[in-house]
């Protein structure tokens, strides 16, 4: 199962305490300070599981620095800690509302700074007070709280009712391996897959099948809606309509309400209405579906992914698509 929010604590490490010691007491205090606290870092992944790590760890902190020791030695650093994190993330700092979206695979980011190591009792000498008797006990690390969610920097997203025939469209457009089957919500979370490429040094497009809206979803009925989010950078929305349906262009206008309710910039995105299992139907049977949708204005294309025709022809027009 594929965590897609969590809110989660960074913490960096506490430095350490510095020394109270004294050699001799000729010599003075020999106290050393203590190492600071180590850092909190984040490296973005394109692994997009990443958050699953979380489902039990929501507090996460860098190791403490080592205290100082006697003869002015100091303690160590605390080693710094790495935590990796989806590309497509988007961190909001619970305290500031700050955001932050990791788009760059790869990418290093300090997310939270240790503390400075305590000074030890050789290091706070001076002229008023030549043999201290205390050394400082080191401060705490930089303490965040972020609410994060992954959002898929996904090219194209396909949408439509369940059962619309888009996990199979998925695979068959894609290296994805999507469950299907003939019954509501077979997707129960988003699947990805990508599209590869035939114009040589081309990148391959990222594919989301996203699972199917109902009406009402925008109130919270069905799956769908809650996956919205995470799509909503991509350029092409498919929108699977399945000749099953006894009216295609009612089941069109169910959908494009739910996505102005959810978030009207949907309804700018360059869309492509997908009619799909048309090899259930005969031709004239097809166009009269068809024609009815006309007056959507929008580009609209059989396709079975029996027909590996169609299918050739819909990546060519995917390919194009910006």
């Known amino acids: 199962m594929l965590i897609h929010s969590v809110d989660v604590i960074f913490e960096g490490g506490h430095g350490g305490p510095g020394k109270v010691s004294f050699?001799?007491?000729e010599t003075g205090p020999d106290g050393g300070d203590g190492g600071h606290g180590g850092n909190l870092f984040i490296k973005v992944t394109t692994d997009l599981s990443a958050l699953n790590k979380f489902s039990h760890k929501t507090?996460?902190?860098?190791?403490?620095?080592?205290?100082?020791?006697?003869?002015?030695?100091?303690?160590?650093?605390?080693?710094?800690?790495?935590?990796?994190?989806?590309?497509?993330?988007?961190?909001?700092?619970?305290?500031?509302?700050?955001?932050?979206?990791?788009?760059?695979?790869d990418e290093r980011i300090l997310i939270a700074?240790?503390?400075?190591?305590?000074?030890?009792?050789?290091?706070?000498r001076s002229a008023r007070n030549t043999t201290p008797t205390h050394a400082q006990r080191g401060l705490p690390g930089n303490v965040h709280t972020f609410h994060i969610e992954l959002r898929f920097l996904a090219d194209i997203g396909l949408i439509g009712l369940p059962n619309a025939g888009?996990?199979?469209?998925?695979?068959?457009?894609?290296?994805?391996?999507a469950k299907i089957g003939n019954y509501p919500f077979t997707t129960l979370e988003a699947n990805l897959g990508v599209m590869e490429s035939p114009s040589v040094g081309r990148?391959?497009?990222?594919?989301?099948?996203?699972?199917?809206?109902?009406?009402?979803?925008?109130?919270?009925?069905?799956?769908?809606?809650?996956?919205?989010?995470?799509?909503?950078?991509?350029?092409?929305?498919?929108?699977?309509l399945s000749v099953e349906s006894d009216d295609l262009l009612r089941d069109y206008k169910i959908v494009r309400s739910e996505l102005e309710k959810f978030n009207p910039e949907f309804l700018n995105k360059n869309e492509i209405i997908l009619v799909t299992k048309t090899d259930l139907l005969s031709?004239?049977?097809?166009?009269?579906?068809?024609?009815?949708?006309?007056?959507?204005?929008?580009?609209?294309?059989?396709?079975?992914?029996?027909?590996?025709a169609e299918i050739?022809?819909?990546?060519?027009?995917?390919?194009k698509a910006s």
């Not at 100091?74 to 990796?84: F, N, P, V």
């Not at 099948?209 to 991509?234: C, N």
């Open 113 to 124: 700074q240790g503390g400075l190591g305590g000074m030890g009792n050789a290091s706070l």
């Open 312 to 319: 050739a022809k819909l990546k060519s027009e995917l390919e």
């Open 283 to 308: 031709e004239e049977e097809l166009r009269r579906k068809i024609k009815a949708l006309k007056k959507t204005g929008k580009e609209i294309i059989p396709v079975s992914i029996n027909h590996p």
């Open 203 to 240: 990148q391959g497009k990222v594919m989301a099948d996203i699972p199917g809206l109902i009406e009402g979803a925008s109130e919270g009925k069905g799956l769908g809606i809650r996956f919205l989010k995470q799509i909503e950078k991509v350029k092409t929305i498919l929108h699977c």
């Open 59 to 105: 507090h996460i902190k860098a190791p403490d620095g080592f205290p100082g020791e006697s003869n002015r030695k100091s303690g160590h650093k605390g080693e710094d800690l790495e935590i990796t994190l989806p590309i497509g993330s988007e961190l909001v700092d619970a305290s500031t509302g700050e955001k932050r979206e990791l788009l760059a695979a």
């Open 23 to 25: 050699f001799k007491k």
């Open 166 to 177: 888009k996990s199979s469209l998925l695979n068959a457009l894609t290296n994805a391996d």
